[in-house]
């Protein structure tokens, strides 16, 4: 997730009501280390603000690990019976969608957890180079193809957001390789080919602006 993605989760977020938000299952969390060091502004902008309002937010990820609250698979059936126990009201899931040669499975799950009046909160690429993890369908959506996605949802808020280029994203806002760094390791495909390859794939997104979608549903 970008800084600027986040930023526009933040602010649709704080427009929500609590009766209709919370209890509220962050999908694929991961771990608190990748919230809090490797991606802070994935908490900073996001998960602190939710936790000031007095909000319950549960983190599930497949595997145990700090900060996971709820290790599971949601294509499993008799998780998901589990899990609609703890009474979800709505969930949030990022730069999932694409790497899912099947997202039916997903979203079916997603929307049997979401209760009338939750939202399903979602964001991933829209204009971004492919990355493995461990596949990329290159599905980059927009607000509407995502929301034909979750039928019986409505709209509430949707938007491209332009996360500026690759070069200013890692330098400012993540940390990085530097511009003449970049283009020197662009003129050794032989060092680390793998790398080089990821890299190379990234390479029009130098100055190209990469861009998110965000979208809030709320299930009718």
């Not at 979203?107 to 492919?130: A, D, M, Q």
């Not at 929301?147 to 806002?173: C, H, K, Q, Y």
Request: proline letters at 9%; glycine letters at 6%.
């Amino acid at each position: 997730m970008h800084i600027r993605e986040s930023l526009w989760l933040r602010e649709q977020l704080e427009k929500l009501p609590d009766a209709n938000l919370f209890p509220l299952l962050d999908v694929g969390s991961s771990t608190l280390e990748y919230r809090t060091v490797i991606q802070p502004h994935v908490d900073a902008n996001i998960l602190a603000p939710l936790r000031a309002r007095g909000g319950n937010i549960l983190h599930l990820d497949l595997k145990p690990a700090p900060g996971v609250d709820v290790v599971g698979d949601l294509l499993d059936p008799y998780f998901l019976c589990a899990l609609e126990k703890k009474g979800v009201r709505s969930v949030m899931v990022s730069s999932l969608l694409h790497h899912l040669s099947d997202r039916t499975p997903l979203t079916n799950s997603l929307l049997r957890l979401v209760k009338p009046g939750g939202y399903i909160i979602i964001s991933g690429p829209y204009r971004y180079p492919r990355h493995y993890d461990p596949i990329d369908t290159m599905f980059r959506p927009t607000p509407n193809e995502v929301a034909d996605l979750f039928p019986e949802t409505t709209i509430v808020a949707g938007a491209i957001i332009n996360s500026a280029n690759m070069f200013s994203w890692n330098r400012t806002e993540r940390g990085g390789r530097s511009l003449p760094r970049t283009i020197a390791r662009l003129c050794l495909p032989f060092y680390k080919p793998v790398e080089w390859k990821h890299l190379f794939m990234q390479a029009p997104y130098i100055f190209m602006p990469i861009k998110a979608f965000g979208v809030i549903l709320q299930r009718r």
